[in-house]
């Protein structure tokens, strides 16, 4: 059964606030992975703790840097269940995580964070790692 939408709206906010277009159904995931040119970050949300804690605000600090991905999406685990599993599709060969965090470029996936690398990790260490990735893949 997915979450509550009066729960999950504020943690969905977090990301729309910022830029993130919520990825909802399995054809919105393919419309924007299909065919993509340059840089995407992708996190799949979710309502854990170290998705407040860590993921999310990582995610946004992340951001505040030279150089940042062309597009950002997000989907919703244990609510958004069609587009999350679509998603997951592309983060292969990565197992089924959440929070997630995937940077493609061109289609391909070049960077994962899974849920094992942002348990525990401070929200700054976090932002490091994808300022590290953006430096890479998004010149």
């Given amino acids: 059964m ?5 729960l999950v709206s504020p943690m969905r906010g977090e990301l729309t606030s910022i830029g993130f277009e919520e990825l909802t159904s399995t054809e919105a995931v393919n419309n924007v992975m299909t065919d993509q040119k340059g840089t995407a970050l992708v996190v799949v949300n979710s309502v854990c703790g ?3 804690g860590n993921a999310r605000p990582g995610v946004k600090m992340s951001l505040v840097n030279d150089v940042a991905p062309d597009k950002l999406y997000t989907v919703f685990a244990g609510q958004d269940l069609d587009a999350t599993e679509e ?3 592309y ?3 990565y197992p089924p995580s959440s929070p997630a965090i995937a940077l493609f470029k061109d289609g391909k996936l070049v ?3 899974e849920r094992h690398h942002i348990e525990g990790r401070p929200a700054q260490l976090i932002a490091e790692n994808l300022k590290a990735a953006y430096k890479e893949f998004c010149n």
Avoid: G, L, N, V
């Fill in 50 to 52: 170290c998705a407040a």
């Fill in 2 to 6: 997915p979450y509550p939408e009066t």
């Fill in 87 to 89: 998603a997951r599709k």
């Fill in 91 to 93: 983060m292969f060969p």
């Fill in 111 to 113: 960077h994962f964070i």
